[in-house]
């Protein structure tokens, strides 16, 4: 048995491509990249692969309860591997669009997922983390610049970006060093 933790949907989906290849399964007729359980869990998803070709999911403290000496890997998608799901995920956007179905979310958070961020279905910092070779650098280039501009500017919403650039640049950093 294998188990592997994803702390995102772009680690998930990865996950979901590496094992379709490797000829895994959710049951005898449905394909892992058919169906989408990583909303269930969100950060705390495990992926279990047993040694036929099934595969189970489940969250990160059931299995740390149920199978305590079994490691729980967290699969992080490697970096050229996020860009080919952008570039796949871009072009179904387009297709969705030029049929009249529109992507848009409606959504007035201003910090943590503005909707102009989100044009076409692809969160732009998602976008960017997938292309930037050096992401830590963006993210501090972005906290220097919404903190020396909050009192001139946007204030505390100001304050909030930077907050959100450095919580997500303290996960990233983190994630990295796991793999």
């Known amino acids: 048995m294998e188990l592997y933790h994803t702390e995102t949907q772009e680690d998930y989906d990865a996950l979901m491509v590496y094992v379709e ?6 049951d005898e007729k449905e394909k892992p990249t058919e169906y989408n359980c990583w909303n269930i869990f969100k950060k705390d998803t495990v992926i279990v692969i047993e040694y036929d070709v099934y595969l189970g999911v489940s969250s990160k403290e059931y299995y740390e309860r149920v199978c305590p000496d079994t490691p729980i890997e967290k699969y992080k998608v490697k970096q050229d591997e996020v860009s080919k799901l952008f570039n796949n995920t871009a072009n179904a956007m387009k297709a969705f669009a030029s049929n009249g179905v529109s992507m848009k979310k409606q959504n007035t958070d201003n910090v943590n997922n503005p909707s102009h961020y989100t044009a076409g279905g692809i969160e732009t910092l998602d976008y960017i983390k997938a ?28 304050l909030k970006k930077a907050q959100f650039y450095l919580n997500d640049l303290i996960e990233w950093i983190e994630c990295d060093k796991d793999v």
Request: overall charge positive; proline content about 3%.
């Open 21 to 26: 290849e490797k000829g895994y399964r959710w």
């Open 131 to 158: 292309k930037v070779k050096d992401y830590p650098s963006y993210a501090v280039g972005n906290i220097l610049k919404y903190v020396s501009r909050y009192e001139h500017k946007n204030g505390i919403e100001d």
